[in-house]
């Protein structure tokens, strides 16, 4: 079972709203990624960091930001929630080296309404 | 950039032999990933593939070729609790990062 953790697992929020999605993982790993997740689509990689204070904004353009301070830790922060924003969020880590798949934590499900 | 294709939707009987097909275009290739979600789940890895060949564990196994840009995983002895989505994944150039396809989403009926 995957060390790798998300909260809150479920949110609903109103537009404007600042809001932080944690994730958080024990395994040690540098590599830390997030995806987002639409019902029946592919996962898009949103931002992703390869240690810390390193982070990359990913193939997906996203107006949400993160940060890494510590190896564990890896949040992503919306300044300002909007509908368009509803969607899944999913936060992985992976080893460094060739063949090292990625862990996913359960996910956020944001709802923007 | 990659380009991952799936079928989208599968159906298959409880017991019987199911294979995913995945194609890809990528430059630099550098691995092939494939991972089940459930519904409302985290994805979840099942096998990796970087040469050509078949890698097998226990009821699943996933093939490649790199001179065709494609891969198979192949499910033996279904039980209903394989219904679930099916991502593959690539990598390629020297990123680790993989990018996934849409994924194929499996339906097993009794």
């Known amino acids: 079972e995957a060390d790798i953790y998300q909260t809150p697992r479920y949110l609903v929020i109103g537009t404007g709203k600042k809001i932080t999605l944690e994730c958080s993982q024990t395994m040690g790993h540098d590599k830390m990624y997030w995806y987002q997740q639409d019902p029946g689509m592919e996962l898009h990689l949103i931002h992703y960091s390869y240690g810390v204070n390193s982070t990359e904004k990913g193939d997906l353009s996203s107006e949400s930001t993160v940060s890494r301070i510590r190896t564990e830790h890896f949040p992503l922060t919306l300044e300002s929630a909007r509908p368009s924003h509803t969607s899944q969020y999913l936060c992985a880590s992976s080893e460094d080296g060739q063949g090292t798949e990625a862990f996913f934590g359960q996910g956020t499900r944001l709802t923007v309404v | 950039g990659q380009n991952i294709d799936q079928p989208t939707e599968m159906t298959a009987t409880e017991g019987a032999i199911v294979q995913i097909n995945c194609t890809y275009q990528?430059?630099?290739?550098?691995?092939l990933f494939w991972y089940q979600q459930h519904a409302g789940e985290a994805p979840t890895f099942l096998s990796y593939n970087v040469l050509d060949g078949l890698e097998e564990k226990g009821r699943f196994s996933s093939f490649l070729s790199r001179s065709k840009g494609y891969s198979y995983l192949l499910l033996k002895e279904l039980q209903m609790k394989d219904s679930a989505s099916y991502l593959c994944a690539v990598r390629s150039g020297g990123s680790y990062i993989p990018t996934f396809g849409r994924g194929t989403s499996l339906i097993v009926h009794p």
């Open positions: 990528t430059s630099g290739f550098n691995g």
